[in-house]
């Protein structure tokens, strides 16, 4: 079944389905029919709203309500991810594809020291908006992840829970697994994750995630791209849960 993501949903035993963009989808994209069963979500109740479609129409369609489906496909705790701006667009709409289907639950993109300068223009932003609904209804997660886009960043000292900060240098860091099991469930939440840039982060911006108390944590041996570093930190909790 197709899931769709619609802000505010409410369940009702009839639906009438308007949205011209998803209504497009299912007619000349999906080419659905009368009797096939489709899937609504709004991620504040967790919950899968299934409905089938008794009545295509010339703009909308018929819905009836057939169940609902409760569901948890969240981490037990905030998992927020602070990405270095990367040096292409391209990269940024992978990151946030394949970082929404894992369940990362906020992403901060910020400018760092040694990222290449970048114009997110309006048509651009909205098109990364769309990118997450789209991950998060492919991958049946329940939840539309937080999204910003800074011009630098300069709030280390106000964020709630645990930091840490990715480094390729082993000197003076810690492993992540031994790093989480030396900690509390209750006592991480949030757990905020800053990755470097393409070229690393500049020896200020080691000094001030040090400062501000942040754990430095060394993933592997081999150097890996800004994209692959977070999926690793994923893996590597998922494990661990």
């Known amino acids: ?25 299912l007619i000349k994209v999906l080419r659905v029919r ?3 069963q489709i899937i609504f979500f709004d991620w ?5 709203f299934v409905f089938e479609i008794v009545g295509i129409n010339k703009k909308n369609i018929e819905l009836k309500f057939v169940e609902e489906i409760e569901k948890e496909t969240e981490l037990s705790f905030e998992l927020n991810i602070f990405q270095a701006m990367p040096n292409k667009m391209e990269k940024i709409e992978y990151i946030l ?9 906020k992403f901060v993109f910020y400018r760092s020291e040694r990222s290449q300068k970048m114009v997110i223009s309006d048509k651009k932003l909205e098109r990364l908006k769309k990118i997450i609904v789209e991950a998060v209804e492919q991958s049946w997660r329940s939840f539309v992840p937080d999204f910003e886009i800074l011009v630098g960043y300069a709030g280390l000292h106000t964020l709630q829970g645990e930091s840490l900060f990715l480094h390729t ?14 900690l509390s469930t209750e006592g991480f939440s949030p757990l905020n994750i800053f990755i470097w840039p393409e070229w690393g982060f500049s020896e200020t911006e080691i000094e001030n995630f040090e400062e501000n108390k942040f754990s430095r944590i060394h993933l592997w041996n081999r150097i890996l791209r800004t994209e692959t570093a977070g999926i690793v930190v994923w893996f590597t909790l998922w494990q661990m849960i």
């Open 1 to 25: 079944m197709q899931r769709f993501y619609i802000p505010n949903f409410e369940k009702k035993e009839i639906f009438i389905l308007d949205d011209k963009e998803i209504f497009h989808q």
């Open 97 to 105: 594809q394949k970082w929404v289907e894992i369940g990362y639950r």
């Open 169 to 182: 240098k082993n000197n003076n860091s810690q492993n992540l697994s031994k790093f989480i099991n030396s």
């Open 44 to 48: 504040v109740k967790n919950i899968d």
């Open 34 to 36: 009368v009797w096939e």
